[in-house]
């Protein structure tokens, strides 16, 4: 049998970002190493950010259920 190529995909971030300029809490759906960006879910659509822009966050336990979700 062959030696497997490629990994499995990692497990979704349970991860919470706060802009710098907002008291909002937005949910992180990936981290980009390579351009030092997030994708968080801000308004209704998901958005690409610099990483210098945000700040994690403990998620709260009503956040942890929802991350659990999914």
Do not use: C
């Not at 907002?22 to 390579?34: K, M």
């Amino acid at each position: 049998m062959a030696k497997k190529q490629y990994g499995i995909m990692p497990p979704f971030p349970r991860l919470v970002a706060m802009m710098r300029s907002s008291d909002n809490r937005h949910f992180v759906y990936g981290i980009d190493w390579l351009t030092k960006a997030i994708t968080i879910y801000r308004n209704g659509t998901y958005e690409i950010v610099p990483i210098e822009r945000v700040r994690f966050v403990e998620p709260t336990e009503e956040e942890m259920e929802l991350l659990n979700r999914s």
